[in-house]
């Protein structure tokens, strides 16, 4: 049933319900009618084997993962491993995923960014940032696992003001939060103010395989740059970024970066620093062509914002630039069509920030909005409203966009505010950064959950709440709890999403896959102490279930599960050797250790596969230095009496059609 004639029935049955409801049982909890606990159940209902609306991809944090839950239901369904092993998937364990990973076992995961085509999401790619180690992901979401890992990108330090997608998908743009040196390694703190710089960077996409490289980069002023934002229709070739210790300042930021009334958004023609790299503008720093936009005009430029912004949005139609600095309870609305005005009359400030020209204020502002207390970020429903979190104040407000009526009260265009629990720092709406706003639901990305929930000790976890607002006003609908810690999410629609169930046999382009038992095979280099095998997975065994080594060989495995079905997937976890790989339907992957000790250890199933899944296992055996190998010809190949392929009625019967029960 669609889920609007669903609310208009939880409205009339509310009554039925009258003095059922549920007393607070916490400080601080919201309280709503019986009609509204009702309304909103049924709001957010996702029947058993149906289908949620939306998908929420969500950052992970210092997890160095990326969540997925439904949406309306919030139910957490997976997690996508990107900058830190999990086992659950076998991630960071076989030789592909440790070789992307790098040195690094972990990562902090803070703004998500959808590929688009045409200004809205298109399906194809995920990327996101880590603000740790300078790099960033991108993950396929045909089959919703990483597949890249580019960096540590060149003179970026906390890639944090970062992932952001153009429209067509040309550039994912990041900026550094921290500045260092720049074109030498090493200068004193003291020096900072003029020694150290940051850098914004655009991120080339292929457009045909998502493969990411370094595209172009400019260096900046030693502001600490925070999230940006990609413009839209005539501001699409411009990108936008808010700075916070406009200052320069070293020390206790929270008292020397904040003396400035006004901090800094960063205006970027992406195109022209495009052009300025082509044309070989640059200097070198690090081995990377670098911009020094003081001297390649036309490329970057200041424009005054409220003090302290951690947040910066375009609006749908690309034509109003939104900057909320936290320190002020304003949102600042600034016209991009009187940005370009100053841009081509050359209307500046006398002063300049590293010979980076500054665009008067005055002449680009379009309104300040008096939207509450610690505005941070901005999101949009398409409909002509804007909603802003509020941190301090704990609430979102919700705020109509220009066009303004000549002389109206600020105050009047602030038309609905949600309080939630607590401290919300991000906030997302479905489709919201793009062109095409869907305008039905929004996710509260709270800080702080105050024991909302069952006790979990010290260590507790993140709030998110779900709010409708299909209508006027807003509506509380439902509230989750999140691993720590999310700051930003993406929410698309389902239908937009084409993800596979399993990879196609015809599609496999690994040459270590193998689709039937005889071609399972080991091979042993006596002179090289290495063995080799292509090991050949399917309910309920493994091929072949015996692998003889000698103890310090190195062995490397290829394991391919054959099924060509959905929710078959194998496991191979070695006893004793730190060693978990998990395989799809269809899939092959390389397992790579030394067999240091001597002994006999099992391998197994770690996916529950069928009704004979305890019977999926084998063993390695590691014959002691000086005892000779008794499996081996004289070609070096490894023999055993092979297994052949289940007919199809056992495949359907003892061996099961699915996971067994």
């Known amino acids: 049933m669609h889920r609007t004639k669903m609310a208009w029935l939880a409205l009339g049955s509310a009554a039925i319900l009258a003095g059922c409801e549920r007393t607070p049982q916490v400080p601080g909890e919201q309280t709503m009618s019986t009609g509204d606990v009702q309304s909103a159940a049924l709001a957010t209902y996702v029947k058993p084997g149906n289908l949620d609306d939306y998908y929420l991809f969500y950052s992970g944090g210092h997890s160095g993962q990326v969540f997925i ?24 364990f076989d030789e592909e995923t440790r070789k992307m990973m790098g040195e690094f076992t972990w990562g902090d995961v803070h703004h998500p960014a959808l590929s688009k085509t045409n200004g809205d999401y298109d399906g194809r790619w995920l990327f996101v940032n880590d603000n740790a180690n300078n790099r960033i992901a991108r993950i396929d979401l045909r089959d919703l696992k990483t597949k890249q890992i580019l960096g540590p990108i060149p003179n970026t330090m906390g890639n944090h003001g970062s992932s952001m997608v153009t429209n067509n998908s040309e550039y994912a743009l990041v900026a550094t939060r921290f500045s260092v040196p720049i074109g030498e390694k090493y200068a004193p703190l003291d020096q900072y103010a003029t020694k150290y710089k940051g850098a914004v960077t655009g991120i080339k996409i ?25 413009g839209k229709g005539p501001s699409a070739d411009w990108a936008f970024w808010t700075s916070y210790n406009s200052e320069r300042a070293t020390g206790r930021l929270e008292a020397t970066a904040s003396q400035k009334d006004r901090d800094y958004v960063a205006i970027v023609n992406w195109k022209a620093a495009e052009a300025a790299m082509k044309a070989g503008k640059t200097f070198t720093s690090e081995g990377m062509q670098i911009i020094d936009p003081a001297k390649v005009p036309g490329v970057m430029y200041l424009l005054p914002c409220g003090k302290s912004p951690h947040g910066v949005d375009v609006d749908p139609s690309g034509q109003y630039v939104i900057c909320s600095g936290k320190l002020q309870p304003t ?97 997302v709406t479905s489709h919201g950064d793009t062109e095409k706003p869907r305008g039905d639901y ?60 399993f990879y196609p046999k015809d599609e496999s382009k690994n040459p270590n896959a193998i689709w039937t ?145």
């Open 69 to 92: 839950a439904g949406v309306p239901s919030m139910r957490h369904i997976a997690t996508i491993p990107v900058f830190a092993p999990y086992p659950g998937t076998g991630y960071g």
């Open 206 to 230: 292929d457009p045909t395989t998502g493969q990411m490289s370094v595209g172009w980069q400019i260096m900046t002023p030693p502001f600490n740059w925070d999230l940006g934002a990609t």
């Open 331 to 427: 949102s600042t609305v600034f016209s991009f069509a009187n940005i370009l005005k100053s841009i081509e009359e050359k209307d500046f400030e006398q002063n300049t920030e590293d010979g980076i020209p500054i665009l008067e204020y005055d002449d680009a502002v379009l309104m300040e909005v008096p939207v509450g207390l610690g505005p941070l970020h901005t999101q949009f429903d398409g409909k002509g409203y804007a909603y802003t979190s509020l941190y301090v104040e704990s609430a979102i407000a919700k705020w109509k966009l220009p066009p303004y009526e000549e002389g109206v009260d600020p105050k009047s265009l602030v038309v609905d505010k949600m309080p939630v629990q607590f401290n919300v720092g991000h906030l």
């Open 442 to 501: 929004l996710v509260s990305l709270n800080k702080m959950s105050k024991g909302r929930h069952l006790n979990v000790g010290p260590s507790i976890p993140e709030s998110s709440q779900l709010l409708d607002i299909n209508g006027q006003t807003m509506v509380m609908t439902y509230e989750s709890y999140t691993e720590p810690e999310p700051h930003f999410a993406q929410l698309v629609h389902r239908d937009v999403l084409k993800p596979i169930e």
């Open 517 to 661: 038992p005889a071609g399972a095979k080991v091979m042993r280099n006596a002179a090289r102490r290495t063995v080799e095998g292509k090991v050949y997975a399917v309910r309920s065994y493994f091929e072949p279930g015996r692998i003889e080594v000698q103890e310090g060989d190195t062995v490397i495995l290829h394991i391919t599960n054959a099924e060509q079905q959905r929710d078959e997937i194998h496991g191979f976890g070695l006893v004793a050797h730190n060693l978990n790989a998990v395989i799809d339907p269809g899939e092959t992957k390389t397992v790579r250790f030394v067999a240091r000790t001597a002994g006999v250890f099992p391998y197994y199933c770690t996916n529950f596969c069928s009704a004979l899944h305890q019977e999926m296992q084998g063993y390695l055996e590691v014959v002691p230095k000086g005892r000779p190998l008794l499996a081996y010809n004289a070609k070096g190949e490894m023999t055993w009496e092979r297994r052949e392929a289940p007919p199809v009625a056992a495949e359907n019967g003892a061996h099961g059609t699915g996971r067994g029960h």
